[in-house]
């Protein structure tokens, strides 16, 4: 039995760059980096004459350029004369609200679904995933256009508020008015001495923060056990009440009116950011609820069995034992899931919600015609809003996972 | 024994007692209601709620259901019938007969063609059995799912049969060239490795330098425009055109050298000759050879063209293709990213997290407005091609995150174990990673398959019509059935749910099958 030597004998020799596992994989990244060239040579030269032929060049001068159109939702300032380049932070500005309130809707939904699937009750347990399995599969544009279509048919319009005997009326003490139109709702309106008021009640959340520490300080040093939900809920609203009626209501409401055929004043939430924000929450809810569950059934049963031997009661079980230990197989699938809101909010175009893909990708893109340039930004945006998301839950992540060593 | 004690022991009883019925709240219905659903206040208060919430959600619905209009030739027809007959407000399920083709095959389908994607569909299923099932089917069933696909084209874009079955016998021409070249003696094979590997060091030597002075080109035409990102653009370019200007003659020698050095084990100077004669074969053969049958023995059906596809055959059409490519695709992307080569390993990375950045609206608008830019000018691609491009790459990253989830998941063992046996990488990966390294994938890719199979309703926003897209075009807007949505949406909801929950089952089912008790 000869062995075979490590390093062949002789020089360098030109079959080597295709036979030797030292040399083969520098033969075939090089291969690779001239096939990556060859595309761009092949893409960027179509790209070239077709832009030549079409007489177009890329240019991003029209995002200073005047806009012209009216975008219904809008959190900062615009106007039909503001420019492209602000119809587009408008739009990505609409998708992070939508976004946010999807999140956070989804995110509600999915725990409560989730918890109910396991519940000891039959009937809650089936109803529970006939939720998930029918929103599960079926498409999210479909259930975003049948809310749509729900909110647009089955809700009054604003003249229905019209007259002395109206067919349909204001919520909440003639403050809330739903209509096909959207839901118009009060505003607040900041008078003087609005900041004492927010001063006051930012006070006491800091307080809420200060008397928790102290009750887990008493628990830990001394095993005194101080109830802290009551405390918290008093002391979160009690005082800023209390500022807001000595200091004469500072902070007042501007009520939404009836004026003509629609609703003027007040604050309005379009039908199209409810449906697409109701739709993306109950669809991706479905999925967070699969996700919950799983994560509570991967703690093993021990765990809940211990916390039972040592007396605590199902309740605490859940919240000391099971949920923290559940929190770190639940997050991973929970960020992956908000990036499908965020991805999935671009939906908003088919229902007319002006967010990035509406405004960017679409009233800009057919007026200026520019559709290499819009489609690249919009994709950019969309790309830098992923990664930080994704960026910082995984931060939170790796903040969450159990520290071995 | 019991005898003696029933003689010895007046009180023992020498005989058993009949069972009595265990009380009637600790058995049948009542013991299962007790248990599950009034097993303390709190679940007794949940049952209640819940029988309201369904008692008061099947009376709305019922009604609505069950006093439906299935016959009326439009809404207001619809609406009527109901005042007549005092159910105003119910369902008006006659959009559905009445549009139920345009639902399913599109408005621009020939109508006396519907035939055809019908049995397409009922063909998928069939054909799709030998591989779903294929631990109880014999494995010669294969056969059939192979030819599916030619089938299934000709089926639903129509035109002559000799075009599919020509080109099933061109692959076979194909694979017989292979054999025959692996078959080659030694010396006739370097001959033929000689003259191949001349050929193609010279072409690719040619298109190289074609290639450089396209890049010069486009150097030039970028920098001239303002800003600086033209000019790093440009700069860019001119770089790449220098580099290939440098190395276009070494790379055509070297590839053809190593097409000439491997005629020993015949591995790399047969795949470049069999690719070659298939090209070939498609490009100068397909045409004229089934022209010619054609004109002997014609057999034709009516040619559809691809924007005349719609309905739900248009999400089933984008689902299957580009399920079926996403996967190899998803596995190529996986294995490089997983590479230790850190340029494929780059590529790979950029790939995947990019297309897992955007959302798939971004790049329908890709395909839509922006990908005929980036072929050449005097071909068209149609858009359902440009789409299913667009699709296919998308499925493809998040196939390639599930696979790269189960490559992860393979204890290192296993690879070293295959390196022990002296495996090469090919060897190693095909033998003994995939295998395993798939099966624990298949929940994740069968969720990305659903997950892409809804997700084809989003090329509505683009103005194909798909399901979505017909009832928001051709149906809501039709004077007939203007702004009808409930009854649609739901039969729109109620197709995808049939074919999505079907698959999620089977996966599940396949799961369980697959388990050989460890991972």
């Not at chain 1, 099971?322 to 929970?334: E, S």
């Not at chain 2, 989830?405 to 296993?414: D, E, I, M, S």
């Not at chain 2, 659903?450 to 926003?461: I, N």
Request: a positive charge; glycine letters at 8%.
């Amino acid at each position: 039995m000869s062995s075979t030597p490590d390093t062949p004998q002789g020089g360098f020799r030109l079959s080597m760059l295709l036979n030797d596992t030292r040399y083969r994989s520098y033969t075939f990244q090089f291969i690779a980096l001239v096939a990556i060239i060859a595309a761009m040579a092949f893409i960027g030269g179509n790209l070239v004459r077709n832009l030549a032929a079409a007489g177009l060049n890329i240019s991003y001068d029209f995002l200073g350029q005047q806009s012209g159109y009216d975008i219904n939702q809008r959190p900062i300032e615009y106007t039909s004369q503001s420019t492209h380049g602000r119809a587009a932070l408008v739009g990505l500005l609409n998708t992070l609200i939508v976004a946010f309130l999807a999140c956070v809707t989804a995110t509600i939904i999915g725990v409560v679904a989730g918890v109910l699937r396991l519940s000891p009750n039959w009937l809650v347990r089936k109803i529970m995933s006939f939720y998930v399995e029918i929103f599960r599969n079926v498409p999210v544009l479909i259930w975003i256009l049948i809310i749509f279509s729900i909110l647009i048919n089955a809700t009054p319009a604003p003249r229905a508020f019209k007259g002395a005997d109206p067919q349909a009326s204001m919520w909440l003490w003639d403050s809330v008015a739903v209509t096909n139109r959207g839901v118009f709702m009060p505003s607040p309106v900041w008078n003087e001495g609005s900041m004492m008021v927010i001063g006051v009640f930012l006070a006491s959340i800091v307080g809420i923060f200060m008397f928790r520490r102290y009750a887990k300080a008493q628990l830990f040093n001394h095993g005194r056990l101080i109830s802290t939900f009551w405390p918290s809920f008093g002391l979160f609203f009690v005082p800023a009440i209390l500022a807001q009626i000595v200091l004469g209501n500072p902070i007042g409401l501007e009520y939404p009116e009836l004026k003509g055929f629609n609703f003027k004043g007040g604050f309005t939430i379009r039908g199209s950011l409810i449906a697409l924000w109701l739709a993306l929450a109950v669809y991706t809810g479905a999925f967070i609820a699969e996700n919950v569950r799983a994560g509570i059934l991967a703690i093993s049963k021990g765990q809940t069995e211990a916390a039972a031997a040592l007396g605590l009661r199902p309740k605490r079980i859940m919240s000391l034992v099971v949920l923290p230990q559940a929190l770190r197989v639940i997050i991973p699938p929970l960020i992956s899931q908000y990036l499908n809101i965020t991805k999935n909010s671009s939906l908003a175009i088919a229902v007319g919600y002006m967010d990035l893909t509406g405004t960017l990708g679409g009233i800009t893109l057919l007026q200026t015609g520019r559709a290499i340039e819009a489609v690249l930004l919009l994709m950019l945006f969309y790309l830098v809003i992923s990664l930080s998301i994704s960026f910082l839950m995984n931060i939170y992540n790796n903040s969450m996972t159990l520290k071995e060593r | 024994m019991s005898d003696t004690n029933a003689q010895s022991v007046a009180f023992v009883r020498n005989s058993e007692i009949p069972a009595s019925p265990p009380p009637l709240g600790e058995t049948g219905p009542v013991k299962w209601m007790r248990e599950n659903l009034f097993s303390g206040w709190v679940n007794s208060v949940m049952t209640v709620i819940a029988f309201l919430l369904i008692a008061r959600f099947i009376m709305g619905v019922f009604p609505w259901f069950w006093n439906g209009v299935w016959d009326a030739s439009s809404i207001k027809d619809c609406r009527n019938i109901m005042a007549d007959a005092g159910t105003a407000g119910s369902a008006c399920f006659a959009v559905l007969v009445d549009r139920w083709d345009h639902l399913l095959f599109g408005f621009k389908y020939p109508a006396t063609e519907y035939w055809r994607p019908t049995l397409a569909f009922v063909l998928l299923v069939v054909c799709a059995m030998p591989a779903l099932f294929a631990m109880y089917l014999p494995r010669k069933l294969l056969i059939a799912t192979a030819l599916y696909p030619f089938v299934a084209y000709w089926l639903i874009w129509g035109g002559s049969l000799w075009v599919p079955v020509v080109i099933l016998g061109l692959l076979a021409v194909t694979a017989a060239i292979y054999l025959f070249i692996e078959g080659l003696s030694v010396s006739l094979r370097q001959a033929v490795a000689g003259i191949v590997g001349a050929l193609s060091g010279i072409g690719l030597g040619y298109l190289l330098y074609l290639g450089a002075q396209e890049l010069w080109f486009i150097s030039g035409n970028v920098s001239a425009g303002e800003g600086i990102v033209s000019t790093v653009a440009g700069f860019v370019f001119m770089i790449a055109a220098i580099f290939t200007y440098a190395f276009f003659i070494p790379m055509g020698i070297f590839v053809g050298y190593a097409i000439y050095n491997s005629y020993e084990d015949g591995g790399l100077v047969t795949i470049v000759t069999t690719l070659f004669s298939l090209y070939a074969l498609m490009v100068y053969g397909l045409g004229p050879i089934s022209a010619a049958i054609n004109s002997v023995v014609p057999i034709e059906l009516e040619a559809v063209a691809s924007r005349d596809m719609g309905g739900y055959m248009l999400c089933m059409i984008l689902g299957t293709v580009c399920v079926s490519l996403s996967i190899p695709l998803g596995v190529v992307l996986a294995l490089g990213r997983q590479s230790n080569m850190p340029l494929i390993k780059g590529v790979c990375v950029v790939f995947i997290e990019f297309i897992r950045g955007v959302p798939l609206i971004t790049l329908l608008f890709v395909a839509n407005v922006m990908l005929a830019y980036f072929f050449p000018p005097e071909s068209s691609i149609d858009l359902i091609l440009r789409v299913i491009i667009m699709i296919t790459a998308f499925s493809a990253a998040y196939i390639a995150e599930v696979i790269r989830g189960g490559l992860a998941a393979l204890p290192k063992g296993q690879y070293e174990a295959a390196d022990s046996l002296g495996l090469n990488y090919t060897q190693a990966t095909r033998l003994i990673i995939l295998p395993q390294a798939l099966k624990i994938s298949i929940p994740g890719i069968v969720n990305v398959a659903v997950g892409l199979f809804k997700d084809t309703t989003l090329v509505s926003v683009i103005s194909m019509f798909d399901i979505v897209g017909m009832i928001r075009g051709p149906i809501q807007q039709s004077t007939d059935w203007i702004s009808i949505y409930w009854e649609v949406y739901l039969f729109a909801a109620a197709v995808f749910f049939v074919v999505c929950y079907s698959i999620s089952q089977y996966s599940q089912w396949l799961e369980r099958q697959l388990q050989t008790g460890h991972r």
